[in-house]
């Protein structure tokens, strides 16, 4: 899904939550705009580039199936295990749990799976 969607949406819903987490929302906004940051490095250890707008077109055109770290269940996992002890996470846990239902949602309307949602998965797959 692209930036400005997420932007907007987690704008949206971060306005709604605010009257019950007040400023905490911020850590959810940006948690759910910034979790893309793992196509980049993918991107950055695939093709040992740092160019931005490749790596984006890499992304929208790439009709194979990849790994994303911080898209995966393990990843939810170990933030739910985590935000249980620390509030800070449980913030970044909800941010990460928007991105992600808008990553499905786009995914499911356009009937297209790109990632996989688990390293586990992934790894059996590999083999």
Known sequence: ?????HFF?????????????????????????LLDVDHYILYIFKFKSFDIVKAHNYFFNEEKSFLLFFHTVEF????????????LVFFVLIGVVIH??????????KKYIGRFPSIVWWYLRKR
């Open 100 to 109: 992600l239902l808008l990553d499905i949602y786009e995914e499911t309307r």
């Open 9 to 33: 949406m987690g704008l949206i819903v971060s306005s709604a939550l605010y009257p019950i987490y007040g400023i905490n929302v911020l850590i959810i906004f940006f948690t759910n705009i």
């Open 76 to 87: 939810l996992l170990v933030l739910l295990i985590l935000s249980l002890s620390f509030k």
């Open 1 to 5: 899904m692209l930036l400005l969607y």
